[in-house]
């Protein structure tokens, strides 16, 4: 079984730049929360309910074992694990950001409907 960790948190500004700054430490936006929440992240069974403002460490199935309550948007890659959270509507509207602890893609569902992104990074900071 593999597993990642995920950090989810409110944002109420909107992403900067489009292009992506140089160097490790550096990236669109600062992270020194998420890295916070990543530190204690708590494990989470797929398929759980969760807060929004929480980070977790979700335990990912090969693909064909995941039940995903939706077909994902990108067609997966040979041994790819997989994964979800139903995460409870939060109180306010806003931008929220999610980050994960490796490389990954997700893909974000409200009511049957996908979520376009606002804007989205590919740096690694593990």
């Known amino acids: 079984m593999r597993s990642f960790i995920v950090a989810a948190?409110?944002?109420?500004?909107?992403?900067?730049?489009a292009q992506e700054p140089v160097g490790c430490d550096k990236f669109k936006w600062p992270l020194d929360r998420e890295k916070t929440l990543l530190a204690a992240a708590i494990p989470v069974a797929s398929?759980?309910?969760?807060?929004?403002?929480?980070?977790?460490?979700?335990?990912?199935a090969p693909f064909a074992?995941?039940?995903l309550p939706?077909?994902?948007?990108?067609?997966?890659?040979?041994?790819?694990?997989?994964g979800y959270v139903r995460v409870v509507a939060p109180e306010r509207t806003g931008t929220y950001r999610i980050t994960l602890s490796i490389g990954g893609w997700i893909d974000v569902?409200?009511?049957?409907?996908?979520?376009?992104s606002v804007a989205f990074s590919g740096r690694n900071w593990l």
Not at 9 to 17: M, R
Not at 47 to 60: D, H, N, P, T, V
Not at 70 to 82: H, N
């Open 47 to 60: 398929g759980s309910e969760a807060s929004a403002a929480a980070a977790m460490k979700i335990a990912l």
């Open 70 to 82: 939706a077909q994902p948007t990108r067609s997966p890659k040979p041994d790819t694990y997989a």
């Open 65 to 67: 074992e995941a039940h």
């Open 9 to 17: 948190s409110v944002a109420l500004a909107t992403a900067a730049a």
């Open 109 to 116: 569902v409200q009511d049957t409907h996908e979520v376009k």
